[in-house]
């Protein structure tokens, strides 16, 4: 009987410290998801491109821009660990007819304040409402984190075009996946829910998707083309690309070119 006793007890005592070690994990994922999904590079590389600074609610933020004067323009929004900067010489021979401005998220490269998704898609807004009377047109392309970003500017303003490069329907729905014994989904505080916005999207818009990509699910990337219901999206594969070195590939920048140049008409 003693030992039937201690069994138990040594049960109960286990099944505890998991629920504590449980709530634990859970506590700090919910703390730091942030810090998970915000991942911005240290210092900022050698450029010498025209710097811009933009003034949103006190905050500064910083990047670049290149071929300014032209009459059309397009907006840069970059992945999680990305240094935009480092695409800016591609980007000023790929548009050489565009204007082309990459502005660090906040927190990023030496943009001030701290990055959520309530500011960033207020961030973009501002930035667009900043150039706007400069430019005849502004197209925009977003990549991974940033095709959120992308997808709420497209909904607020007049975008010419819009790209979406490894873009995914909800970051709660990615993030459940990574971590699918805690409740993200409801814990999530930035959800970044793509699938539901682009149902309001009339902008003509070109999906870029990576054969290998080994963050975002290709299901993921099907879905949010299926929640289009005003427009029907093109798109395109980079065969052999993952999600980290798209860029490498010329049939990559060959796509960006032709659709937002209009070239493939």
Not at 21 to 33: D, E, P
Not at 166 to 180: G, K, L, R, V
Not at 194 to 218: C, F, G, H, Y
Request: charged share 20%; net charge negative; glycine share 6%.
């Amino acid at each position: 009987m003693g030992k039937h006793i201690s069994i138990k007890s040594l049960t109960r005592k286990i099944l505890l410290a998991l629920v504590v070690i449980y709530v634990i994990a859970g506590v700090y994922l919910y703390l730091n998801q942030r810090k998970f999904l915000y991942r911005p590079q240290p210092g900022v590389l050698q450029i010498t491109e025209q710097q811009v600074e933009i003034l949103v609610n006190k905050i500064i933020l910083r990047g670049w821009v290149v071929n300014r004067i032209k009459s059309d323009a397009i907006i840069y929004f970059g992945g999680n660990a990305e240094r935009p900067e480092a695409s800016l010489e591609d980007f000023k021979y790929l548009f050489n007819n565009q204007a082309v401005y990459m502005i660090n998220y906040r927190g990023y490269g030496e943009s001030e304040g701290l990055p959520s998704e309530k500011h960033l898609c207020l961030d973009a807004v501002a930035i667009y409402d900043r150039i706007a009377g400069d430019h005849d047109h502004i197209s925009v392309i977003g990549r991974s984190l940033g095709s959120g970003v992308a997808v709420y500017l497209a909904t607020e303003r007049d975008v010419h075009r819009l790209v979406l490069v490894t873009p995914y329907d909800c970051m709660a729905q990615i993030a459940q996946s990574i971590f699918p014994i805690f409740p993200v989904k409801l814990l999530i505080t930035d959800p970044y829910n793509s699938a539901q916005r682009v149902q309001d999207i009339t902008t003509p818009t070109l999906i870029i998707k990576a054969e290998n990509d080994e963050v975002i699910p290709s299901e993921s990337t099907d879905d949010l083309v299926t929640h289009f219901s005003l427009i029907t999206p093109q798109v395109a594969t980079v065969h052999n690309a993952t999600h980290n070195d798209i860029q490498l590939y010329p049939g990559y920048h060959m796509l960006l070119r032709d659709f937002v140049t209009g070239t493939d008409e």
